[in-house]
């Protein structure tokens, strides 16, 4: 089945955070020692709009970015994983708990660690800064790099495709 065809099927978005929904930056106070990160509010428009028109939204990370879940929270999502030292463990419980098929799962990683979650996913796709690895498994490379609104490219691609862009529920937040 091509790409396009795909993204109509498509039910459930699960991300990497570091280098997808962010650009891999990390931010340390010097007073306290605390890591931060910069998220893209484009990709914060199309996150919280997936959620709001009823996907399964869900974020991997092998960080333990507190600053990740309160972004991700304040969007709808409530299925954020930090520390997941196994994502791929991590991907196959949370579509078991859910009685999701991985075939209608796009997910988006960057780097090595997303490797194992790629290859499983129905539409593994990546941003255009993503490790050349992935690059070469993933279905589609979004011109876009990582944290700079390539969540919003591919979650924009599913909705104009299965015609719920621009309805009645994107104009709010």
């Known amino acids: 089945m091509d790409f396009l065809n795909k993204l109509k099927d498509i039910t459930t978005f699960v991300f990497d955070v570091d280098g997808v929904l962010t650009d891999g930056s990390v931010f340390v106070s010097e007073e306290t020692g605390e890591q931060t990160r910069a998220f893209n509010i484009k990709d914060g428009y199309a996150l919280q709009l997936a959620v709001k028109l009823g996907y399964n939204v869900?974020?991997?990370?092998?960080?333990?970015?507190?600053?990740?879940?309160?972004?991700?929270?304040?969007?709808?999502?409530?299925?954020?994983?930090?520390?997941?030292?196994?994502?791929?463990?991590?991907?196959?419980?949370?579509?078991?708990?859910?009685?999701?098929?991985?075939?209608?799962?796009?997910?988006?990683?960057?780097?090595?660690p997303d490797l194992g979650v790629i290859q499983m996913a129905g539409l593994p796709v990546c941003p255009a800064d993503a490790a050349e690895e992935i690059k070469a498994v993933c279905e589609y490379v979004s011109p876009i790099p990582g944290g700079r609104g390539c969540a919003r490219d591919v979650i924009e691609k599913v909705l104009k495709v299965q015609g719920k862009w621009m309805n009645a529920e994107a104009y709010s937040w």
């Open 58 to 112: 869900c974020a991997i990370s092998g960080s333990r970015s507190k600053s990740a879940i309160h972004r991700l929270n304040s969007l709808g999502i409530t299925e954020v994983f930090i520390g997941a030292r196994d994502k791929t463990e991590k991907f196959k419980v949370y579509l078991e708990e859910r009685h999701l098929k991985a075939t209608n799962v796009l997910y988006m990683g960057d780097d090595i």
